[in-house]
């Protein structure tokens, strides 16, 4: 897969559990996708947990993690224990 937005409709459509992103991209890359996957009921965050936000001075997301909201919980967990 190439885009995130793809990875992101991945996850909306039930393809994949989940799409994390560590790498950093800028806002412009993930915004679009997120409002999708927020508007078919699907968790969006950062790796930490906190809220993504768009629209800053600095246009670049450092994390990202969209999935099913049943598993957000246990990939929060997950990824703070490796991190």
Known sequence: MGSAGVKVCAVV????????HAGGQYEWDSAAPVAVALGAGMHASRI????????RDDPRL???LVCRPEHAGALL???DRYR
Not at 48 to 55: A, F, I, Q, T
């Open 77 to 79: 967990a997950a990824i």
């Open 13 to 20: 459509t039930g393809e994949v559990d989940a799409y994390v």
């Open 48 to 55: 930490d947990g906190s809220p993504l936000r768009y629209n």
């Open 62 to 64: 450092p994390d990202l």
